[in-house]
């Protein structure tokens, strides 16, 4: 169905291993991809995926109607938009900018307005899911913004997502969504850790409790998820350290902002600050076992991890 | 079936919200029970459900093979064995003691060594589940025990659990598991209640916030089953916060003991010791988002809670 008419053109800035996993579902969808990414090793994966790798922003994004940045934060966001070589100068009326980074609603409305007053639509549409579900097309992504911007990028999004969370008319909403989902996604993170070494502290068989705890109240998505990189002693990053110290410290400014306390929220960015400290913050976020294994001296499966 | 033999006798000491339903899944299960409980309308609920009422733990022991105890802690505990008509002294060779009570597995330890002096057998059997499922029988229990204890306790484990984890074969690892558990679902509880307080605070539809994180990653059970109450505006106790105050007590005692910093457990513990100091110690769990609310002067959905 692809070949017989012309494929609708979509640009993806930013092809870690999120973007080029969203990326390869767009083309899998039929998409013409171009894409942008300053690492070339990343750039590569777009062309290997059946992309065409653009050399700035601005040459990933001409001539597409629907533009989906998967960068880091706000201030990647803004770069690839208005910095040099941005797309914001080549993006036509009518078009799309999906922002998929995690980012505070109050950092994503200003960099909405700016495009929405060139006549360039903005879907706030950070996404939850991980690399493996990218890849798959199969994405949560919790967006917000105009029905017009919705209605632009919905070819896309049906192509990324399994699930298309519509949380409101305007930019931000969806990001608000995201935060409130990392804050618990961090604490949950650190939790599990804690709850493994006072195990093994007690002396606890660790494969037994992770069997005990993931049948009981004491379960979360995130003990399910990572405790196993522990009993496997595997810390190669799916999702690194670096990445909960940013989204808490973004939790934690907007929650000062908003004159909230989260001691829950500031004791897990503690502890992910402590384990990036000690030499983890590109390591699986799981490390932060590592790290109470190394103050209390405690015995954590071995194995060939990154450590 | 129950009809056509004699009905195998167990005292259950402690008819809360937990014992009560055990006693009445014994009951249901062909077992003849007498049970004893301090607070009368507590005892009045065997009454009703089939069961004799006792006027004290020897009492409720005398001539039953399996005892199972239901108390609050370790000192309840040792009051119900130890203590005046405590049941320890009609306890006959070969019967055993089921303890269901959360507690230190250090705490554990002397007083299954002081009954098993006796010829009597302790089975480590905290349970998780809540009071609806210990009324259903489809509790899950955590035990440890000699082989002798499991042996002896077997008939009524089944009538009382769907999962029994038979974790170890000496008291003290059944109670480790639980109060690792415990650690995850206190600190769950107090982010999930500090997550909501957050979405409100950015102005979030907290009923779309539950039904958006229940399908992603930072979804926890607690998160799952604690949330409804702060939507129903529904404090009336389930599970109260003194429950916390009171186990994530037992697990900071025990890491200090260990030297085992555990910085998550000690700030929920802190949650939930102001909320207890705030007046809400008798209400149920899920009211540490009305400590977020007041202090931060959040609007939370409203109703004809206990507060």
Known sequence: MAASRPARRVGVLGLGSMGSGMAASLVRAGFAVTGFDPVAACAARLAG????????????????????????????????????????????????????????????RPLAARLEARGVHFLDAPVSGGAARAAEGRLTILASGSPAAFAAARPALGAMAATLHELGD?????????????????????????????????????????????????NSWMFENRVPHILQADYA????????????????????????????????????????????????????????????????????GAE
Chains 1, 2 share one sequence.
């Open 49 to 108: 995926a059946g992309g065409v790798v653009a050399a700035s922003p601005a040459e990933a994004a001409a001539g597409a109607a629907i533009v989906v940045s998967v960068v880091v934060n706000a201030a990647q966001t803004e770069a690839v938009l208005f910095g040099p070589e941005g797309c914001a100068a080549v993006l036509g009326a009518g078009s799309v900018f999906v922002s998929c980074a995690t980012m505070a609603p109050e950092a994503v």
């Open 237 to 304: 990053p799916r999702s690194a350290v670096d990445i909960f110290t940013k989204d808490l410290g973004i939790v934690l400014d907007m929650a000062r902002a908003s004159t909230l306390p989260v001691p829950m929220a500031s004791s897990a960015l503690q502890l992910f600050l402590m384990t990036a400290a000690a030499g983890m913050g590109r390591d699986d976020d799981a490390s932060v076992a590592r790290l109470y294994a190394r103050i209390a001296r405690l015995k954590l499966p071995e194995g060939s």
């Open 170 to 218: 305007a930019p931000g909403i969806g990001s608000g969504f995201k935060m409130v989902n990392q804050l618990l996604a961090g604490v949950h993170i650190a939790a599990a850790c804690e709850a493994v070494a006072f195990g093994a502290a007690l002396g606890l068989d660790l494969a037994r409790l992770y069997q005990v705890i993931t049948g009981s109240a004491g």
